[in-house]
Every structure is written in structure tokens, then in C-alpha cells.
């Protein structure tokens, strides 16, 4: 599950204000590690960035993930975002949606839920896009770190499986001599 715990947007770019405000939301949220996408600025909001992220949260880190986006941003953001939210795998905090609401009765068009219902495969398809594209970022990064762990998960317990059927097959061989040093598996007894 994916946890979507605070939303915003900032139309002052690079200023002071803009980046006191995110490093702000990352040290009230507690954030381990945050991400700047690589195409905005060329890395220089990165740059920009972490050292106010720094003076304010000494926990949050900035990760070494670079992603560099391509391709058509609405086909890119709705390949992200339909198979999570399509397997209910994304929760929305209720105060994100709160704040949401208010946003839409004055600027809609930057309303991540507008942004939502109304992105399609379809180039300029919304005015603003800028809060959906974030969170499309933020579910990508995790999506590569959780099938990764899948991985790695997946493989641990094929070692064991075939540790387990080694031992067994070594019972079955040498019953109630089998010693668990006469067999070696990947460096290891088994």
C-alpha cells in the first residue's frame, strides 16, 4: 500500500519561500528520504534544496534515485497511477482531500483531484498537471523499491525451499547420520 499523505504546489519556482515550504512539509511529515525530479532546473532545485532540507530535518535524506522523465507525460502518468489505484493499492489521507476541495473552489485546474478524474491519453489534455505528475513520481519511486523487495523476498524464499528439500533429501539418504556440514549450499551449511 502506498500512503498519499500531503499534497501542494507552489507558482514561485525556485524562490525562497517555495523551498522553505517543501523542506517545511518534509520535516512535519518526517520524511527518511525525498526526491527531486531531475528534469525540473536540470538538478539545480535539487541543489537548492537540500540545504535547507538539511538546516530543517538533519534525518531527511536526499536519495540517489535520479529519475529522469520521458516520453509523453499524460500516457507516462496514467501507466504509473491505473494499475495502483485500479488495485487499490493508494490511500489518500482525508485531510488531502479537505484541502483539495477548498483549492478547487478557487483554482480547479490545480486540484490534484481534478487533475485526477480528468487526465487521458491525451497530449495537453489538462491546463495544469503539476500535482498529479508529482504524485505519479512519488508512486513510481516506490513501485521500483517495492518490486525490488518482492524480488528479493521471492528469492530468499526459494533458498530456503531448496535448503529445506536438501536437508530432507540428505535425511532421506543417511537417516539419523545426515549432518547438516557434509552438505554446502551457496557458502553455507545447510
Known sequence: MLFLVDVGGYKDGFAEPTLRGIAGAIARHKVNYWVAEKNYG????????????????KAAQDTEWKAWSTGAKEWRILD???PVIQNHRLVVDRRVVEKDL?????????????????????KGCL????????VAGAVRYWM??????????????????LDEELRS???????????????????RPI
Open 42 to 57: 536540470g538538478g539545480m532545485f535539487d541543489q537548492l534544496l537540500t540545504p535547507i532540507v538539511r538546516s530543517l530535518c
Open 80 to 82: 504509473t497511477l491505473e
Open 102 to 122: 477548498i483549492l478547487q473552489q478557487d483554482k480547479g485546474s490545480y486540484s490534484l483531484i481534478q487533475q485526477m478524474t480528468r487526465m487521458a491519453r491525451m
Open 127 to 134: 491546463p495544469h498537471d503539476d500535482r498529479l505528475e508529482a
Open 144 to 161: 521500483e523499491r517495492m518490486a525490488r523487495d518482492t524480488e528479493k523476498v521471492l528469492i530468499t524464499h526459494k533458498e530456503k525451499q
Open 169 to 187: 533429501f540428505g535425511e532421506g539418504i543417511m537417516p539419523g547420520r545426515f549432518n547438516n556440514e557434509f552438505i554446502m549450499w551457496k557458502d
